[in-house]
């Protein structure tokens, strides 16, 4: 009863049920609130079917997919994290460390430069972008990176510090790679490129959301059928063969779909740098030893810090509005940096 | 041969091989010219078409390069000594992206300022950075993968401010966005006397404390008990390799990779001693730039490739060899 009392004070409830309202209660505001200022009556209008065009213009072509597109990527985000953590049982693992981002950043500039421009760069034409290709395009291009990591760091037997560290490698040779590609060919239209790169949010559409749900559903049908070999993976290999884990398949199967996941969102909204990180450490702080809780919470999490990151973006920016990207690697790196300093 | 003798000679070759790759780089480009031609450019400075040519646009530049190099790669010698990291580098501990972030907004947000004030504007940032990247670290006491690990966050960061500057800054960004992926194009004098006290603070500083930083190599217990005083040697040894960076980037821009790898190519020619180290690093790093500034502007001639794509595609693969080494791992215990 004692104990009980302590894990009472320690791991207090409150915050898992105040989650839930402020979870509502922001996404109700993404849609409700945004640059165009729109009176509350209209947007419910809109919602139940009727309004003028405009007001159905603005809500169900522009914000309700965005914020929809904002949960979706969030929770992919979230989940590569979690699992990502747990199989390198690395705490600081995340997408843009592992060089899953960076793949798809080079795979997109290489996309353009190629396909579209056709090594042209003078920057009097305007070429129309094939935007419905960049996130098919990033996905690939992340999942390869995350075959080249895993196969790299294969060759000595999957430990997770190789893994950690192929994949920073890979990551700084394919960004400066992109970097590169993306300057040298300087056209006009960079701004596409760049307002990708910095993980935005801007001018998603339902193909976005048509194109990630699928995903989000395989990836979190999933996760029920491989519960034991997560929890597995996170002892080291040898005690989790003796418990009769076939440990490199599982572990590949996990990671494959971590990048599967990841890739797919930095395609559609751009590198979200941290969210994959600081969610699940966020989501354990919360649960306490509610070990139970750990996943769907970082679900959650992540599709709400997503949207509110995004608001908060639109409303502080303006019609210049702030990047999502930006908001969370401003927001993440304080995080990041004390959790690295903390760790011994 | 003695060590000393194998090292100087070493250095002379890197040299050597550095002067005549810069020559052959003179003598290509939109106008060829043959090889009695640019003997005869060099030596009438300014005088008819070549000699113009060759002094005002290809000489410099090859200089430039020179410089650059150099500069990178003696700062990363320094981190990865006073580190005793194999994964210090100016561009892993986000020294290089705290510069052209602080460059980028003042460019963008406070375009009174000269350029002039740009190197002292990135060295602040790039000490900044370094100083983060080192604290979280534990001044070197970690694991390589914190460092990394820490290096690579405060660059994430950094970059993800970078890429809001250039969405704000619009119509100037593609110019910015070419200064970023490093290049030495038009780089003409006013550019190298710009970088040259720069990079000799950080190579004459590193020439001069060799001692120190031998010491420092033994261990930081080791190197107390010789005497040495850690923090403010430490510091100042910092300030040796932020120095070189602040010079470079401004001009160059961030490039990538070469600070990482010439230091590690530099221990595997066994260097005898700290100083000879400093100098094969001087050379090294400066050879391969000039080879890597040739070959950016010759091989998809007449464009011009981005120099930061060359290095790497030099360095990274070096990056992954050595991040694939088993004593790597097992020296750092990991997290």
Redesign the interface.
């Known amino acids: 009863m004692n104990l009980a009392g302590t894990i009472q004070t320690r791991f207090p409830d409150w915050p898992l049920w105040t989650l839930a309202p402020v979870a509502l209660l922001a996404g109700t505001a993404a849609v409700f609130m945004g640059v165009v200022n729109m009176p509350p009556g209209e947007v419910l209008n809109v919602l139940l079917g009727h309004g003028s065009a405009d007001a159905r213009l603005i809500i169900g072509d522009i914000r309700l997919p965005r914020v929809i597109t904002g949960l979706l990527a969030g929770i992919h985000f979230s989940v590569a994290g979690l699992l990502l953590q747990s199989i390198t049982r690395?705490?600081?693992a995340d997408p843009?460390?592992m060089g899953v981002s960076q793949g798809a950043t080079l795979a997109i500039s290489i996309f353009l430069f190629v396909a579209v421009y056709g090594f042209n760069?003078d920057?009097h034409v305007l070429y129309s972008l094939p935007v419905q290709w960049l996130p098919l395009v990033g996905c690939l291009g992340g999942g390869l990176a995350g075959v080249v990591v895993y196969f790299?760091a294969m060759?000595?037997g999957l430990?997770?510090?190789?893994v950690?560290?192929?994949g920073?490698?890979?990551?700084?040779?394919l960004h400066?790679?992109a970097?590169?590609?993306?300057?040298?060919w300087?056209?006009?239209r960079?701004?596409i490129v760049?307002?990708w790169?910095?993980?935005s949010l801007y001018a998603r559409s339902w193909d976005h959301v048509v194109f990630l749900l699928p995903l989000t559903l395989l990836g979190l049908l999933a996760l029920p059928l491989l519960r034991r070999p997560i929890d597995m993976l996170r002892f080291d290999a040898d005690v989790a063969r003796s418990f009769g884990l076939s440990y490199r398949r599982q572990f590949s199967i996990i990671l494959l779909i971590a990048c599967m996941l990841a890739a797919s969102a930095v395609g559609a909204v751009g590198p979200l740098?941290?969210v994959g990180l600081v969610v699940p450490h966020l989501a354990r702080f919360i649960a306490g030893r509610r070990f139970a809780l750990v996943l769907p919470l970082t679900i959650f999490l992540g599709a709400t810090l997503v949207v509110v990151g995004d608001l908060v973006g639109r409303l502080i920016g303006g019609s210049?509005e702030?990047?999502i990207?930006?908001v969370?690697?401003?927001g993440?790196?304080p995080i990041?940096?004390s959790l690295?300093?903390r760790?011994? | 041969m003695k060590p000393a003798q194998r090292s100087a000679l070493l250095a002379a070759m890197a040299l050597a091989l550095a002067i005549s790759i810069g020559f052959a780089g003179l003598l290509t480009g939109a106008k060829a010219m043959t090889l009695p031609a640019a003997v005869a450019a060099v030596l009438s400075p300014n005088h008819g078409l070549d000699g113009v040519i060759v002094w005002t646009l290809r000489l410099p530049r090859s200089i430039a390069a020179f410089l650059t190099g150099a500069g990178l790669a003696v700062s990363g010698a320094l981190l990865q000594s006073i580190t005793r990291n194999p994964l210090a580098a100016p561009?892993?501990t986000g020294v290089t992206a705290g510069a052209v972030t602080v460059i980028v907004s003042c460019f963008f947000f406070l375009p009174a300022i000269s350029s002039i004030y740009y190197p002292p504007i990135g060295f602040a940032g790039g000490l900044a950075a370094a100083a983060?990247c080192l604290?979280?670290a534990?001044g070197g006491q970690?694991s390589p993968?914190?460092l990394?690990?820490?290096g690579?966050?405060?660059s994430?960061?950094l970059?993800?401010?970078t890429?809001?500057v250039?969405?704000?800054g619009?119509?100037q960004?593609?110019s910015v966005?070419?200064w970023?992926?490093?290049g030495l194009q038009g780089r003409s004098w006013g550019h190298v006397g710009f970088m040259l006290p720069w990079v000799s603070m950080g190579v004459v500083g590193a020439l001069l404390s060799h001692r120190i930083i031998a010491l420092l190599k033994l261990g930081d217990g080791v190197a107390a008990g010789m005497g040495v005083r850690l923090r403010q040697w430490k510091l100042l040894l910092l300030l040796f390799a932020v120095a070189p960076v602040a010079g470079v980037t401004p001009v160059a821009g961030p490039i990538?990779?070469i600070g990482l790898a010439v230091p590690h190519l530099v221990r595997l020619m066994k260097p005898a001693g700290e100083a000879w180290s400093i100098v094969l690093n001087l050379a090294l790093g400066g050879m391969i730039l000039v080879l890597a500034d040739v070959l950016a502007r010759t091989i998809a001639a007449p464009?011009e490739?981005?120099i930061?794509?060359l290095?790497?595609?030099i360095g990274?693969?070096f990056?992954?060899y050595?991040?694939?080494r088993?004593s790597?791992?097992t020296a750092g215990a990991?997290?």
């Open positions: 690395n705490p600081l843009s460390i760069s920057p790299l060759r000595h430990s997770p510090l190789r950690t560290l192929c920073i490698a890979v990551g700084a040779v400066a790679l970097m590169g590609i993306i300057s040298g300087g056209t006009a960079l701004e760049m307002q790169l910095a993980g740098i941290f210049q702030i990047p990207g930006v969370t690697a401003i993440g790196a990041l940096l690295l300093r760790t011994p | 561009d892993l983060a604290w979280v534990r970690a993968l914190h990394a690990l820490g690579i966050t405060i994430l960061f970059g993800g401010i890429t809001y250039l969405l704000l619009g119509p960004s593609p966005l070419f970023l992926s490093g990538a990779f464009r490739l981005p930061s794509i290095t790497a595609l990274g693969p990056f992954i050595l991040v694939q088993r790597l791992v990991g997290p």
